[in-house]
């Protein structure tokens, strides 16, 4: 009985591999199952210079463009007081020098 489970076990075996290909399947990933890396690549690599030059037009008609210039407000006497003299001198450090 013994010899009959072995023998049944070794004709299982020989039929299983006889079934089986040759080489093991190759594992295809979900990303690659229908393009070519490639294609991304190149794909990918005109999208990114596009952008490059789309983003350089547009920053040098942004910069060329002048801005509004706003008039001096009123010199109103409430707005600089100073109660004390600055350790530096008299003006702020980053005011205009009126001496």
Known sequence: MAMAS?????LRTAL???SRPSAPPKRGFASSSHHDDAYETAKWEK????GIATCSVLAIYCLS??????E????YPYLHIRNKE???GPDGLFEVKHH
Request: aromatic share 12%; hydrophobic share 30%; charged share 15%.
């Open 6 to 10: 072995v023998r049944s076990g070794l």
């Open 16 to 18: 299983r591999a006889g």
């Open 47 to 50: 999208i990114t210079y596009l």
């Open 65 to 70: 463009k002048g801005h509004p210039h706003h």
């Open 72 to 75: 001096e407000p009123p010199p």
């Open 86 to 88: 600055f350790p530096w």
